[in-house]
């Protein structure tokens, strides 16, 4: 069975920074991209940011310089580490694998982690 569990939400200063991390269950992700998505209160689900296993990236243009996504393939694991963030980063981050492009929604999706950001 194909599981995705995120951690590392939480509420933050605008400014600060959180780390999102997210554990695939299964060998199948070897080779798979990972990604983080985020879907804000009224909005579509949007992409974040995506990563190949060999560490090719993909990043929204509004995370650009912010946001970094990495993986340790060993452990089937995504992180997303988010620096200066804004109130408009506000929304429930979702960890999504199971595609083969950056640009490619995956298969599999996690539950979800809130994020929120006061101004």
């Known amino acids: 069975q194909v599981q995705l569990v995120e951690s590392g939400g939480g509420l933050v200063q605008a400014g600060g920074s959180l780390r999102l991390s997210c554990a695939a269950s299964?060998?199948?992700?070897?080779?798979?991209?990972m990604g983080w998505y985020r879907q804000a209160p009224g909005e579509q689900r949007e992409l974040v940011a995506t990563i190949a296993r060999g560490g090719m990236t993909n990043y929204a243009h509004s995370v650009k310089g912010r946001f970094t996504i990495s993986r340790d393939n060993a452990k089937n694991t995504v992180y997303l580490q988010m620096n200066s963030l804004k109130p408009e980063d506000t929304a429930v981050y979702y960890c999504n694998t199971g595609g083969f492009t950056l640009n490619a929604v995956g298969t599999y999706w996690g539950k979800g982690t809130l994020v929120t950001v006061s101004s």
């Open positions: 299964g060998s199948a992700f070897n080779r798979a991209v």
